[in-house]
């Protein structure tokens, strides 16, 4: 058997890394009988968006690399398409395995299902229920065309049987990203990046921003920051930004960020942002995957978007969703600040016990 795997974006390569230690493992007791290979398209390239989670994740190097860049959605996809085809055509896989939702994810899915070969989702299911998202549209598609989806919670399953997926294709197996968390938890301990920064464990607050609906648009982008402003009076927020932030902020003339109590660094590995994570009092972000690693962590999570794709983080985990209302923002970030958290009740979705992966792979292992 000969399985493609394919990373593309930041997001993608946590979800990567287990599978691939997973197959290892099964192929040292099944005498090497899952060939496979890692393709990364290039639509992230910088070192620090993609080569420092090849180190931190132990990922090897990809065997091909279709450097394929930025550029519009239509662009990204069809370039990756263009480049994956031709790996396709020469590579004859029998199983093309792609995860998440990343402009990536859908471009190679869409090349593997017109040359008619199988394609396993990782992390399928997922809805937003909110169209206006480019990775919601990337996940219907990626859900249509696949023929395993691997789902990492029970509410998943539910939206893709609503979608009228057979339910022989559906596998609830958990949650990847969960697997490469609890494996690297204590080697992030060993990051000096608390120190570098001069933090103490529970005394700042961690942002992440990057959606284009928050940064692309000014007057949404200014209502985060008042809010953050507010909050940085009662506590250092540490401000790793993404490129596509970065940008908008010089486009919008917001130097003046760095100013008070927000500090802005450069995007960072994941075991030094696993540290920053762990350690903080709560986080603030608008990312999908740090909904599900607060919860994990136990750490507060107020999300910056009206939806999440992610409902269990809310009923079984840490999160809250408060958009970029910076009202809402600041009161929910005050309730934080003034209560001494209640872990009483810590708990997190069945199956993200580290073992997704495995799963995973037991379940390809029988394909025909
Ligand atoms: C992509 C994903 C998003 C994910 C995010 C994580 C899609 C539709 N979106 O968004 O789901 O949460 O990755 O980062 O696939 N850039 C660099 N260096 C890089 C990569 C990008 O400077 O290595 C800049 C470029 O100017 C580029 C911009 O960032 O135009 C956006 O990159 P892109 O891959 O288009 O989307 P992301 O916003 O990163």
Redesign the pocket.
């Known amino acids: 058997m000969k399985i493609v795997l394919v990373a593309g ?3 993608n390569f946590m979800k990567i890394a287990p599978i691939i230690q997973a197959i290892k493992k099964y192929n040292r007791q099944h005498k090497n009988r899952i060939r496979w290979q890692l393709v990364h398209t290039g ?4 070192y620090i ?2 080569k420092v989670f090849f180190k931190d994740l132990e990922i090897p190097q990809p065997d091909i690399y279709l450097g394929v860049g ?1 550029g519009t ?1 239509s662009q ?1 996809t069809a370039r990756v398409m263009m480049e994956f085809e031709k790996v396709l055509f020469r590579e004859k896989p029998n199983l093309v395995m792609v995860v998440g ?4 994810t859908l471009a190679a899915a869409l090349s593997a299902a017109k040359l008619n070969i199988p394609i396993a989702h990782i992390e399928a299911g997922l809805r937003s229920y909110d169209r206006r998202m ?2 919601e549209i ?1 996940r219907v598609v990626v859900d249509v065309l696949a023929d395993y989806l691997f789902t990492p919670t029970i509410d998943a399953n539910e939206n893709l049987k609503k979608e009228g997926i057979p339910k022989e294709k559906i596998f609830l197996v958990g949650d990847v990203m969960v697997d490469t968390l609890l494996k690297l938890k204590t080697k992030s301990q060993k990051s000096k990046i608390l120190r570098k920064l001069n933090l103490r464990r529970g005394e700042y607050a961690l942002l992440t921003l ?1 959606r284009p609906s928050n940064v692309d648009y000014e007057e949404n982008f200014l209502k985060i920051i008042s809010a953050l402003k507010e909050i940085s009076r009662r506590i250092p927020i540490v401000f790793p930004a ?3 932030t970065r ?1 908008n902020m010089e486009k919008f003339k917001m130097g003046r960020i760095k100013e008070g109590g927000i500090h802005l660094l450069e995007p960072l590995g994941y075991l030094d942002f696993l540290q920053l994570m762990m350690n903080s009092k709560f986080v603030m972000t608008d ?2 995957g740090m909904q599900e690693e607060t919860t994990v962590l136990n750490i507060p999570c107020l999300t910056l978007r009206d939806t999440t794709e992610r409902p269990m983080t809310i009923t079984q985990g840490t999160n809250i969703l408060v958009g970029n209302d910076t009202k809402k923002i600041i009161k929910e970030a005050e309730k934080i600040l003034n209560k001494n958290r209640d872990s009483d009740h810590f708990s997190y979705p069945a199956l993200w016990d580290g073992k997704a992966a495995e799963r995973i792979v037991s379940v390809i292992a029988t394909m025909k």
């Open positions: 974006a930041r997001p639509q992230h390239y910088d968006m993609s930025s959605h990204q939702d990343v402009n990536s480019p990775e990337n990057h993404h490129p596509r940008k990312s999908g």
